[in-house]
């Protein structure tokens, strides 16, 4: 009888193949309010790691944790106006609480530029409060309409930094730094995933932004996905908060703020740049398990042996889990593992075990080879090493083969139907962007031509990167 697949095919419908996946390996399931989303501990674990190291990264930039509240007086988003019309669509608004009409409506916290903003003016008084680099981990709301799990909910999680300057060059160099020491070694070194960092045109900026950089991942069905931004603020804020400082001089200036945040929809992301038609295929610097030890059948010497290599593992630092629940059949067992996306399977047996040996089992290439048991902590770091640079080489090689060098807003069209397109800026002036936009293709970033990232979108010669996203 021939094997059921437990997955819709990626090729055949990527949506219902990003559902299956979150469904079959226990990441997440939808919330009881709609647009909300219940993340499932499995699903929790990837997060708590990518928390972990973007947090490192982020503290070690100088900016330190703090906490704000959830809710935020509807006056304080009125203090900017682009502010709250780029939001006003996706708030949610509490009139009533505790059996009576509020005096003042609160907003449940979309971002929180402005309730920094309202602190910040008074914790800086002088030059020498300056740069106030702050960062908080939140839960955020914004009205969903087309709900995806991870990828856009009413409610997810992430974090928010926020930071005020003395001077504009110093808040949009630390906006730049946030991208190039935080965001892209954490997606590209510990997601495996390769980024393109640019800015965005200005319809694309962020509500009340002056500049708006982001990181762009290509997806496996070739559609971009922004997996983190940078904002320079200028003064719109410290301005409509008053957040001044007297400096050395003793005169009377306005800061210069930034933001800049990355959430749980790089979880989405890590999905779908890596997942195959089996499901998940974690980086090993990322996975909650990297190392599955599967119990094939019921035995002392097979049950010690697990142990021990998993002892082994464990005190090297790798993640190991043990699966010997012998009642569910030992197919059965492999293949919810590698839905989960398991970087590296031991199979270990009472035959294998005769032989002194065990069978190491490759997500990544669905390889498999026998390593003699004295072998097997010697061969794994080096094995999930290679899976990490794998998975990495992969996903470069599917965004440099379906990303075309194109120049005219027909092509780009064409080229936008299977990945991205690079063209000049120029060409999408006077109208170019709107009528890309009418085929459900936006700008992702604008770079240099030797992909560096521009200072704004008036300099010559610059390249939009194009294609349709989530």
């Not at 437990?6 to 939808?30: H, M």
């Not at 002392?300 to 464990?314: F, N, P, R, S, W």
Request: net charge negative.
């Amino acid at each position: 009888m021939a094997k059921q697949n437990i997955l819709t095919s990626p090729d055949e419908n990527f949506p219902q193949w990003y559902q299956d996946v979150l469904n079959k390996a226990a990441l997440a399931e939808g919330g009881p309010v709609r647009g909300t989303m219940v993340i499932k501990p499995y699903g929790y674990g990837i997060w708590e790691a990518i928390q972990a190291d973007v947090d490192a990264r982020i503290k070690a930039t100088g900016a330190r944790n703090v906490y704000m509240p959830l809710f935020i007086p509807e006056s304080y988003l009125q203090k900017e106006a682009e502010h709250v019309e780029g939001f006003s669509p996706e708030l949610a608004v509490v009139t009533h609480a505790g059996g009576s009409e509020l005096d003042e409506p609160v907003v449940v916290r979309p971002t929180s530029e402005t309730i920094f903003g309202e602190y910040m003016a008074k914790w800086v008084q002088s030059h020498r409060d300056l740069p106030l680099l702050l960062n908080q981990w939140a839960n955020v709301v914004r009205w969903e309409l087309r709900p995806r799990t991870f990828l856009r909910t009413t409610e997810f999680l992430w974090q928010e930094g926020h930071t005020a300057h003395a001077t504009q060059q110093d808040a949009a160099d630390y906006a730049a730094r946030i991208l190039h020491e935080v965001y892209v070694p954490h997606m590209e070194q510990m997601l495996a995933v390769p980024i393109t960092v640019g800015i965005k045109p200005p319809s694309e900026r962020f509500a009340g932004a002056i500049n708006t950089m982001a990181c762009e991942a290509m997806m496996y069905d070739g559609k971009a996905l922004q997996m983190g931004t940078s904002h320079e603020l200028g003064q719109n804020f410290a301005e409509a908060f008053d957040i001044t400082y007297q400096s050395k001089e003793g005169k009377l200036e306005t800061c210069w703020t930034a933001s800049w945040g990355v959430s749980t929809r790089m979880v989405g992301g890590l999905i779908m740049a890596h997942g195959d038609e089996k499901g998940l295929r974690l980086p090993p610097s990322i996975a909650p398990h990297q190392v599955v030890i599967l119990v094939i059948r019921e035995d002392d010497a097979v049950t010690q042996a697990a142990q021990t290599l998993a002892a082994e593992l464990g005190d090297m630092g790798i993640r190991v889990e043990i699966d010997d629940n012998v009642d569910k059949s030992f197919g059965r067992r492999a293949t919810d593992w590698e839905v989960k996306g398991v970087p590296i399977r031991i199979e270990v047996g009472p035959r294998d075990l005769e032989n002194g040996e065990v069978t190491l089992a490759r997500r990544d290439n669905a390889t498999k080879q026998s390593v003699a048991v004295s072998d097997v902590a010697k061969q794994v770091p080096d094995l999930l090493d290679q899976i990490q640079s794998t998975l990495f080489d992969q996903a470069a090689k599917r965004m440099k083969d379906r990303t075309q060098t194109i120049s005219t807003l027909a092509e780009a069209i064409e080229a936008s139907q299977t990945g991205w397109a690079r063209l000049p800026w120029d060409v999408l002036q006077d109208g170019g962007e709107e009528e890309l936009k009418a085929s459900s293709i936006t700008v992702r970033a604008l770079t240099r031509q030797d992909g560096s990232v521009p200072d704004n979108e008036k300099e010559s010669d610059l390249i939009a990167i194009v294609g349709r996203s989530y």
